[in-house]
């Protein structure tokens, strides 16, 4: 006998940093987590605690330099007199 088997049921998840039951659908982007704030806790402890690395540079960083590498080439190659 099963009195829990109503069509509407969902699966439900508990929120890996606060325990919290919730609906585990595609509708919610924080997933499994219960809200933007739980998934962003865990992921800076993961980053913390895992990846602790003390001098890395940032992508934003990353991007710059290339932009001005590219800059620079095209200053270098394209002068046509
Ligand atoms: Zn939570």
Known sequence: MDSDSSPTSR???RC???GT???YSLSNPWRPFCSERCKSIDF???ASESYRVPT???AADIDALEQELERS???N?????
């Open 11 to 13: 699966p439900k998840v």
């Open 16 to 18: 890996p940093q606060c």
């Open 21 to 23: 039951l919730t609906v």
């Open 44 to 46: 800076g402890a993961w």
């Open 56 to 58: 890395k540079p940032d």
């Open 73 to 75: 080439n095209l200053q």
């Open 77 to 81: 190659r394209g002068q046509p007199h």
